[in-house]
């Protein structure tokens, strides 16, 4: 596909093909070219330390996915942009109409550096990020810092991918922790339950190992949970925690610190365990007491409650021909 490869038999082959280019590489290359072309720098000069040296002018970083399906590839450009009241999306955004031959494509630019993804050929996804200048990032042009440069590339790619898949299917952001996992071995592991006493207490327990600079260990985490649970630490068993590491380990919320038996909270496990803990913490309680609230006050939340029951209700007894819109 000009600029990708659309299949390969070993595609983990191929990919270890890439990751291999590195600077050395290119300098080599220019060594070679240097070797033929004229340039001022006699032998005398070059043994004084005197030579070129690269810089990145452009670099440019690409992710290209085949899709199954390659009409669903333009779901990800059908969309509007929502500017809020108070604050505007910053940076510029531009879009394109889509229409039979005109290639469907998104435009994301900070700085000097851009993100485009467009529709490839009608079969891929391409998502590419082009740095113009590397000083957007605080880094130098020597191609040294290709390697930094290559880190921000492709996790720019990865985040927007991220973001236009949870877009597509929000469902996914919960499953990925509440839903359990089946292992390559068939293993299945199960989730974390919003509201589940036991869950909640390891999630709060994340944001307190968080700041520990060695980690923690199963006994950190069975007496830390015991006590937000309300229970004895004689009534947490260790083979409990172990089972509780594992489910923390497989969502992506904790990882093994190499050679130890202790672990350390992620980031994705922080930010996880924020949004849950506060939604546990400060919105499902505050809601479910505006919902049972006794006395004839009537708070926002049970007044909508009641007028979505009423909808119901009318709509359960009307007979079928009024509920259908296409009946006159």
């Not at 991918?161 to 922790?177: C, E, K, N, S």
Request: charged share 25%.
């Amino acid at each position: 596909m000009d600029n990708a490869f659309a299949a390969v038999e070993d595609p983990a082959a191929l990919q270890q093909i890439c990751d291999r280019l590195c600077a050395n590489d290119i300098n080599a290359l220019l060594r070679r070219w240097l070797a033929i072309l004229p340039h001022p720098f006699t032998a005398a000069d070059r043994e004084a330390g005197y030579r070129y040296d690269l810089s990145i002018l452009q670099a440019e970083f690409s992710l290209t996915q085949m899709l199954d399906a390659p009409v669903s590839g333009r779901m990800f450009f059908d969309r509007r942009l929502i500017h809020g009241r108070r604050r505007h999306t910053p940076s510029r955004w531009r879009t394109r109409v889509i229409t039979d031959g005109v290639t469907p494509s998104l435009h994301v630019d900070y700085k000097r550096t851009t993100i485009k993804q467009y529709h490839k050929e009608g079969r891929a996804l391409r998502t590419e990020t082009t740095i113009n200048d590397t000083r957007d990032f605080e880094i130098g042009k020597r191609l040294v810092n290709l390697p930094a440069l290559r880190e921000i590339g492709f996790s720019a790619n990865w985040r927007l991918l991220r973001v236009q898949r949870l877009d597509h299917d929000p469902i996914i952001g919960a499953a990925a922790v509440t839903d359990p996992i089946t292992t390559d071995t068939g293993a299945r592991i199960s989730g974390l339950r919003l509201g589940q006493r036991r869950s909640h207490a390891l999630l709060a327990a994340l944001l307190i190992f968080r700041l520990h600079p060695n980690g923690f260990s199963n006994a950190d985490l069975r007496a830390l949970t015991a006590q937000l649970r309300g229970l004895p630490e004689h009534d947490v068993s260790a083979s409990q925690m172990t089972y509780d590491l594992r489910r923390l380990r497989s969502h992506g919320l904790i990882q093994r610190l190499a050679h130890t038996h202790r672990y350390r909270v992620t980031d994705h496990g922080l930010h996880t365990a924020m949004f849950l803990t506060r939604v546990h913490d400060r919105l499902l309680p505050t809601g479910l007491a505006h919902l049972t609230e006794p006395g004839p006050n009537r708070t926002p939340l049970r007044t909508a409650a009641h007028a979505y029951q009423k909808a119901v209700d009318d709509l359960v007894r009307k007979p079928a021909w009024q509920n259908d819109p296409h009946q006159t």
